[in-house]
């Protein structure tokens, strides 16, 4: 069993940044991939941010060049660096952890004010 721990979320206005952090009870180099999911009321869980296991990254168009997805190996964490907020990044964020088996963190409210 492995333990995603998400931090980091809060409120903000609109252009503000937020940093969300996911720590890992185990060592993340065993992951095929982290990745940063979301959920606004009333919609889907979508696919933010993606970093593989090689370092490559794969970001939602609504949020490539603001958001940057980044994991430091020995702290077993990864990073996910929001700038330029918008209302529509209101959203509660997952933390995801693929070690052959899906692992989920307990989600990270983010709120953006217009």
């Known amino acids: 069993q492995v333990q995603l721990v998400e931090s980091g979320g809060g409120l903000v206005q609109a252009g503000g940044s937020l940093r969300l952090s996911c720590a890992a009870s185990r060592s993340i180099l065993s992951t095929n991939a982290m990745g940063w999911y979301r959920q606004a009321p009333g919609k889907q869980r979508e696919l933010v941010a993606l970093i593989i296991s090689g370092g490559g990254t794969h970001y939602a168009d609504s949020v490539k060049g603001r958001f940057t997805i980044s994991r430091d190996n020995a702290k077993n964490t990864v990073y996910l660096q929001m700038t330029s907020l918008k209302p529509e990044d209101t959203a509660v964020y997952y933390c995801?952890?693929?070690?052959?088996?899906?692992?989920w963190g307990q989600g990270t409210q983010v709120t953006v004010s217009s």
């Open positions: 995801n952890a693929d070690y052959g088996h899906n692992y």
